[in-house]
């Protein structure tokens, strides 16, 4: 169904793009900092499920309309940022909790974790403008249903999205952990700190979502 000639560029210009730190790894690197690998990997999936949805929508012309329309850009743009803010309130009056050295860390819901990753991507309007902005050069119409070649496309740019941001979640909840050994001895000025981290991410991206604009 896909040109083989274009199908080589397209992972390569995929795997570039999703290297290049934005606000969903960077949502990934909080949560593994914090909460674990796990809650990392399930962020990861979760925004995965709403870059798919994504995908679902430019296939059928419905991202368009946020390329058309500056009051639906600009309602998306305001539930997003007040998403973000939400989860910033969240973590900032998160309990000041940190494990000793080689002890687990708190089971948490990890489908609330997933849920979080799928909203947060699906609240930014600028991910719907870039996958139908970018999916579609690849798309040719003599190789049969554009809609099935906009979602192979991609299920191709997610897979590669998701496999590094698995990656940067183990990373990050490693680096974390080095951390909490080096400063097992002060376990609560650390919990509070990665609590503040969070929240201050969390304010950051809301204000990066808040100001966007159309392209």
Known sequence: MLDPAQLWPFILA????????????????????????????????????????????????????????????LLIKILGAGYLLYLAWKAWRSPITAPAAGTPLPRIPLLRVFGEGLLTNLFNPKVALFILAFLPQFVD???????????????????????????????????????????????????????????????????RLAFAERR
Request: one cysteine or more; proline letters at 2%.
């Open 14 to 73: 995929c795997l570039a793009l999703n290297l290049t730190p934005g606000a969903d790894m960077t949502y990934v690197i909080a949560r593994s900092a914090t909460q674990g690998r796990g809650a990392g990997i399930a962020a990861s999936f979760g925004i995965a499920a709403g870059s798919f949805v994504h995908s679902l929508f430019a296939a059928l012309g419905i991202a368009a309309l946020l390329q058309q329309s500056a009051t639906a850009f």
């Open 141 to 207: 119409p003599h190789r049969g249903s554009t809609i099935s070649q906009i979602l192979l496309l991609g299920l191709i740019f997610n897979f590669g999205g998701t496999l590094v941001n698995c990656v940067v979640a183990a990373s990050a909840s490693i680096t974390a952990r080095l951390l909490r050994q080096r400063l097992s001895g002060n376990r609560h000025s650390l919990g509070r700190w990665l609590n503040r981290f969070t929240s201050v991410i969390f304010v950051g991206l809301a204000f």
